[in-house]
């Protein structure tokens, strides 16, 4: 009991520590190539090619880690990559902005990724744990949103120059975090040479085989895709309402901490079956939609972003568990890192290309129709999982019962 709730600790604290750098570099870095003349076409093709890395570094990374049978040990140069970009990246931009831009996706392809692979390691932690992945977690929330906040005291108060200092001093306690967390090992099946082999052979691609994990990705996909051009183009959305940029601080911080408090509330919410949580997660996010339709003030806007946020924190522990449900122990960091790349860069990726150009067409009004047109598909798929899902479960208990009779004939 002590040594699991030291594990919580450590790694929520790790968790909150590494999302509060994500806060630091994604939420200012754009802020800082447009202050030093970068235009918003080539702030866009920056987020878009940002988006695009990561999720390429997804298959990359999540590969990498199933393969070596580790979290631990990747996480730590993969997060030194990452800043070293950022470093350069910031750097260069002193000098000429379009190669300081040039170098900031790769943060993308290193950075991205990494979040997934902190959650495989969580899952892995406290699969006999309860209520400690959704503990853990949810301090990544809470870390982001404080270090939205501090992160802008800051940058008013010194300018820029605080984005690599701060950056600096979090990746201190984030390496000796790393460095004194214990790692549970992957879970050893005693497959034989033969399936090895085939496993080998087939790698990632065996993802794609497996029905209810692309169900799963479908649905976060269209989800990713509904809410990432509101994400994306928020600025105008508030400013189109009489909202200004404090406005959009209080946004993004009420939204995380709500995000914050749904992930830790995970536990209580376990006993609702998972496809159950996605339908009310498509749910949540079409009512954030029609209050950001109705709004005629930045309030409305705000609410609709807690709503989304609520969505997104009873998204997340049921898209881990169901993966941890239908995906091989060999590629669990693999597919976690590609339900949160699609669900994140490979949607934003996307949405960046037309959101804009729809944005300034059509309005507002027709980027949130298309959002609630999406996240009703999302729903409609949604109903044909229970099945599958009751299926699934149904075989997990049979095999846990069958594994504790042969135990108990070994025992006699």
Not at 79 to 91: E, G, N, P, Q
Request: hydrophobic share 50%; with cysteine; glycine share 10%.
């Amino acid at each position: 009991m002590k040594r699991r709730e030291e594990s919580i600790k450590r790694l929520g604290m790790l968790d909150g520590l590494h999302f509060g750098t994500f806060a630091v570099v994604n939420g200012f870095m754009p802020a800082y190539f447009v202050a030093n003349g970068l235009s918003n076409t080539g702030l866009s093709i920056t987020m878009a090619a940002l988006n695009a890395l990561g999720f390429v570094g997804a298959f990359f990374w999540g590969r990498v880690c199933d393969r070596r049978e580790t979290n631990k040990g990747v996480y730590t140069p993969v997060y030194l990559a990452a800043t070293a970009a950022v470093i350069v990246s910031y750097l260069l931009t002193r000098v000429d902005v379009m190669l300081g831009a040039l170098v900031f996706p790769l943060y993308g392809f290193f950075f991205f990724p990494l979040g997934s692979s902190l959650d495989a390691w969580m899952m892995r932690a406290f699969s006999q744990a309860e209520g400690g992945y959704g503990r853990a977690r949810s301090m990544g929330s809470f870390g982001y949103a404080i270090m939205m906040l501090v992160a802008g005291w800051f940058i008013a108060g010194l300018g820029y120059a605080s984005i690599p200092i701060m950056l600096a001093i979090l990746s201190l306690p984030i390496f000796a975090l790393v460095l004194t967390t214990r790692e549970t090992p992957y879970e050893k099946k005693g497959a034989s040479e033969a399936d090895s082999a085939a496993s080998e052979k087939g790698g990632s691609a065996r993802l794609f085989h497996i029905a209810p994990f692309i169900t799963l990705l479908a649905v976060v996909l269209l989800c990713g895709l509904a809410i990432s051009p509101v994400n994306n183009l928020k600025t105008v959305i508030l400013s189109d309402v009489g909202g200004d940029v404090s406005w959009l601080g209080i946004d993004g911080f009420a939204g995380v901490m709500v995000q914050g408090a749904f992930v830790l509330a995970s536990t209580h919410m376990a006993s609702i079956p998972a496809h159950r949580r996605l339908r009310l997660m498509c749910v949540l996010i079409t009512v954030s939609f029609v209050c950001t339709l109705l709004a005629n003030g930045p309030a409305l806007v705000v609410v609709g972003t807690i709503f989304y946020n609520a969505s997104y924190g009873i998204m997340l522990p049921a898209m881990r568990e169901m993966t941890e449900g239908y995906v091989p122990d060999d590629l669990r960091t693999t597919a976690h890192s590609l339900t949160d790349a699609a669900h994140g860069a490979a949607a934003s990726s996307i949405a960046l290309l037309y959101s804009g150009f729809m944005m300034d067409g059509l309005g507002v009004s027709a980027v949130l129709a298309l959002g609630i047109a999406l996240s009703t598909t999302a729903f409609v798929i949604t109903l044909t999982m229970g099945r599958r899902s009751v299926c699934k479960t149904a075989l997990a208990r049979k095999r846990v019962a069958s594994d504790k009779r042969a135990i108990a004939v070994m025992a006699r």
